[in-house]
């Protein structure tokens, strides 16, 4: 059993690297995924998201009306909305 193992060595290696890889994101929460409802609405919290924006969009469409150079919030929101609207 342990002649096995010894000659299956790197087998073994590349099975801990995919296992720990694997609990990695679970631990770290790193998923590479949608974002979750829960998580998009903590991220747009106060910011009015129209119906017009895909869900995908979601998150991004919160970073641009936070992170925009416009002074006021509704200008903001009619740049961001043009740039994010489901015709595009």
């Known amino acids: 059993m342990l002649s096995l193992i010894f000659k299956n060595k790197e087998i073994w290696i590349l099975i801990l690297i995919v296992v720990g890889g694997i609990y990695y ?17 903590f ?10 924006i895909k869900f995908n969009n979601m998150d991004l469409f919160c970073s641009c009306v936070r992170m925009g ?5 509704e200008e903001r929101q009619e740049y961001c909305l043009g740039k994010f609207s489901k015709k595009d």
């Open 25 to 41: 994101s679970i631990e770290s929460n790193n998923r590479i995924s949608l974002s979750s409802p829960g998580n998009i609405d």
């Open 43 to 52: 991220h747009c919290s106060g910011i009015h998201v129209p119906s017009e």
């Open 69 to 73: 150079d416009i002074s006021k919030r």
